[in-house]
């Protein structure tokens, strides 16, 4: 990159800075999201929860099925049709 091209684009480098930090919070989140320990975390809460009463049976199905197709597809459930409104 030359002095100039370097001096032009200046101004561009905080916007640059964000766009890559908000690149490096996606994948984070995305890793999380997809972490096998994660998932069984989040399987485990909706059983305790409805061992507690505090979800209904068709709750329960519906959370644990948002869950698993979370870990199936990247991206699924997050759609409105996909969670099924």
């Known amino acids: 990159m030359g002095l100039i091209s370097a001096i032009l684009t200046l101004p561009l480098a905080p916007v640059k800075g964000v766009l890559w930090l908000g690149e490096v919070i996606q994948d984070q989140v995305e890793q999380k999201m997809h972490d096998p320990a994660t998932i069984r975390k989040e399987l485990e809460e909706i059983d305790e929860a409805a061992a507690a009463g ?3 049976e068709e709750e329960k199905e519906k959370a644990q099925q948002a869950v698993l197709d979370r870990m199936i597809r990247p ?3 997050t759609t409105p049709a996909a969670r099924g409104e």
Request: proline share 0%; hydrophobic share 15%.
């Open 54 to 56: 505090h979800l209904s």
């Open 75 to 77: 991206g699924g459930g």
